[in-house]
């Protein structure tokens, strides 16, 4: 009987064995592992008759207007497809993802579901294997020849993105899109360039390699082929010369790298071919470390004033537009870092950790003393993990950490914001080291920042879940799995490993999902919408961001030197009197529910649900009321010695407009400008009356009558039931910024 028993748990430890092995065996072959570029190009044009609509909508707003013969045309330069590593893992169904969005999709979501003039690919360098960089752009091509070159419906631009990341400040540039001017082969560069970044995009947890498709065996096919691209990626080696090594047999091909950007602007400009260079994300703290700073970038060959001229303030991942004069950590005289104390708008992250130990340790009743020195020691342990210091609090919920990190009186704030890196701090700053002053002359855009090929997701506030970079784990084992930790609360903290941290649990996924939104677009002055000058307008910055809807907005210099025409948004000018302005602005169009005809008549019912998710740009006659416009005064430093918040007057001018469907409209002058002696920057910031808006309220705090956080009710994107029903949506306005108009003082002769 006895060994009966032995044998049969012999035989039962052998079929488990050999069950494991064939699994194993299966997954490292990735049999049924295969390419996902699927879809074509849609060959049918927007009507004529839609096109002229939105055409004569800009040209009421021109009226009277010295660039009364431009276009106001609407477009998304921040687009990512599944061949982006991040995108293809968000798509996977164990996060609730969608299924495989190639580049065709975002053509196909560009013309008949947002409805946009213009858009550009701008995948992950990183992850851009040759043959998907080759696919990419012979996408573009069939997306641009749908309609008439001379007067097209719709342009497409190709780019890619620089993804850079680093774990300290001083080695921290962040993410840089790269657009090119042309879509014909020799516009383009031979393979696209990357940051040093590139582990992150070429390596695969091994939670993630072999447990998802055995957990969730009807959606292996998916996960075999997230495993074949990560595979054919990591067999591409980096380039020893990236760009001028231009090699025939794709076998040999490899993938160009800049380790910073010196070495990108290095490249571009040895490749001779027209870019320009969109920083973005620059105050994201979810990877961004604290106390980063963009003066860093203006050191001498970090920015190149000639390709870097636009920067993105607002995409789907938030605000990065205003500065704060608080930060995550500070310096000590002796310049080391440390924790700073909270201030009324802003609690710092390192701070909250050590109260949440005090209030354990208390409560467990220990002294005060060994309480205190421990809550230090939290703070001490916080710093030390960086972007992932909250692993040093253990088991502590969404709940216990409240709004700490955040920008609480910012407008829709990117998560853990980083005032240093926000657009405000940009045209404040000058490098005074040199004989000229470097500053930052930035026009001001915002995009989608879309990973699932859909350009311009902020027309409609619906589906966040497709609308939005929101994901979450299919059910709670996948969750307890990937973003494992001590669920003990205990009285102490611990130092964090970043070594033994899996990808999903390195940052605060769940906490970052309340400020995700359904992304920005970017707007040119454009004189047709030819893709020249359409590219003329990126480069004279003719441009402007808004929140995602289609805010008409002029801003102009009406009194330029020795000129009787007046100067559009994004000009630079030198002179001593007083600068006059006019700013003229109309609501966006109400939406109606649905799809125009148009859509269905090229998508189809089926495509119109899978891409659109039912709902499309479909603009009725009613205007959206303009509430407020806002004037943003800077005076760049004169030398580094200058406090930074004390150059910038965000709200230098401010007026309520008066309830008008046709706008609001505003002349001002600046008559200290002549007195003060010194360069001044100013732009305009639209404020359009509020509605309903995925994450408009982020963490929605409960405050006390103090003003302080007491509870939050975070947005989860996960299988918690009650979480998947909501849309997160909170009251909000919706702003648009325009490009500054640079004013240089004109001294004596």
């Known amino acids: 009987m006895k060994n009966k028993l032995i044998k049969s ?48 909508e800009t040209s009421k707003l021109h009226a009277n207007q010295p660039d009364r013969d431009r276009l106001i045309l609407f477009g998304d330069s ?86 850079q990341a680093g774990n300290s400040p001083n080695v921290h540039f962040g993410h840089k899109n790269v657009i090119f001017r042309g ?20 390596t695969l947890h091994w939670k993630l390699r072999y447990l998802p498709p055995i957990l969730d065996f009807t959606n292996r096919q998916r996960y075999f082929n997230f495993y074949q691209s990560m595979e054919n990626l990591a067999e591409i080696p980096n380039c020893n010369h990236p760009l001028k090594d231009k090699v025939n047999n794709r076998s040999k091909e490899c993938l160009a790298v800049a380790k910073d950007p010196k070495e990108l602007f290095s490249q571009l400009e040895e490749i001779q071919l027209d870019s320009i260079v ?21 050191e001498k060959g970090f920015h190149d004033p000639k390709r870097q001229i636009l920067m993105e303030v607002f995409s789907g991942h938030g605000n990065s537009e205003e500065y704060r004069d608080w930060r995550a950590v500070q310096k000590d005289e002796d310049g080391n870092i440390t924790c700073p104390k909270p201030i009324s708008s802003y609690t710092p992250s390192c701070w909250h950790a050590g109260q949440i130990v005090l209030k354990r340790c208390l409560d467990k009743g220990i002294e005060q003393s060994v309480c205190a020195e421990r809550a230090s020691l939290a703070r001490k342990y916080y710093l030390e993990g960086g972007i992932s210091g909250f692993h040093t609090i253990s088991g502590a919920s969404n709940e216990d950490w409240l709004d700490a990190g955040q920008c609480t009186d910012c407008f829709l704030p990117s998560f853990n914001y980083r005032p240093g890196g926000s657009a405000q701090y940009a045209l404040a700053l000058s490098n005074t080291s040199e004989e000229t002053p470097l500053r930052f002359r930035f026009g001001l855009i915002a995009s989608s920042d879309n990973h699932s090929a859909r350009p311009g997701t902020g027309y409609k506030e619906f589906s966040r879940g497709n609308m939005s970079d929101w994901w979450g784990f299919k059910s709670s084992l996948f969750r307890d799995l990937f973003t494992s930790s001590t669920e003990e609360q205990l009285p ?29 677009l970017m707007a040119v002055h454009a004189e047709s919408r030819d893709r020249n000058d359409i590219w003329n307008a990126f480069k004279e910055r003719r441009v402007y961001g808004t929140s995602g809807k289609r805010i008409l907005l002029s801003f102009t210099l009406i009194n330029p030197p020795n000129s009787l025409d007046s100067l559009p948004m994004g000009s630079e000018v030198e002179m001593s009197e007083a600068p006059i302005f006019r700013v003229k602005t109309s609501g966006s169009l109400k939406q109606l529910p649905g799809c125009p005809d148009y859509s269905f008549l090229s998508l189809g019912s089926e495509e119109i649900e899978r891409l659109c998710k039912g709902e499309c740009y479909n603009p009725g006659n009613q205007r959206n009321l303009i509430e407020k416009i806002q004037i943003v005064r800077i005076l760049p430093q004169l030398n580094s010695s200058e406090i930074v918040g004390d150059l910038i007057e965000d709200n230098w001018l401010s007026i309520n407009c008066q309830p008008n469907p046709e706008g609001c409209e505003l002349t001002f002058s600046d008559p200290e400008f002549k007195e003060l002696k010194r360069d001044a920057v100013y732009y305009v910031k639209v404020f359009q009356e509020s509605e309903p808006t995925i994450n408009g309220k982020q963490l929605r705090c409960e405050y006390d009558e103090a003003g302080n956080c007491q509870k939050v009710d975070i947005c989860l994107g996960d299988d918690r039931e009650e979480t998947l029903q909501d849309e997160c949506l909170s009251i909000s306005p919706a702003l648009a910024w325009s490009s500054p108009i640079f004013i240089d003082f004109k001294k004596e002769q």
């Not at 990512?80 to 190639?102: C, E, K, Y």
């Not at 020799?186 to 070429?202: C, Q, V």
């Not at 920083?279 to 970038?297: A, K």
């Open 183 to 202: 879509i014909k082969e020799e516009d383009l560069p031979a393979r696209p360039i990357g940051s040093n970044f590139t582990a992150a995009f070429r």
């Open 492 to 520: 102490n903290p611990l130092p964090v490993d970043l070594n033994e941290l899996s990808p999903f649990n390195r940052f605060e996924m769940e906490r970052q999902s309340s400020f995700f939104y359904t992304g920005g």
């Open 9 to 56: 748990l012999i035989s039962i430890f052998l079929f488990f064995i050999c069950i494991f092995f064939l699994i194993y065996v299966f997954l490292n072959l990735n049999p049924l592992g295969s390419s996902e570029s699927i879809r074509e190009v849609i060959n049918t044009p927007i009507p004529e008759e839609i096109i002229s609509r939105k055409d004569d």
């Open 78 to 163: 921040h687009v990512h497809t599944t061949f982006s590593t991040d995108a293809f893992r968000m798509s996977l169904p164990i996060v609730q993802g969608d299924g495989a969005h190639p580049p065709a999709d975002a053509c196909n979501f560009a013309r008949y579901c947002s409805n946009l003039d213009f858009f550009a690919l701008t995948d992950h360098a990183e992850s851009l294997t040759p043959d998907q960089w080759l696919e990419s752009k012979e996408s573009i091509r069939q997306c641009n020849s749908v309609s008439s070159q001379e007067d097209p419906d719709l342009t497409a631009f190709m780019g890619f993105e620089w993804t």
């Open 278 to 298: 969109i920083p973005h994300g620059t105050t994201w703290g979810i990877y961004t470390p604290p106390g980063e700073d963009l003066n860093l970038q203006l």
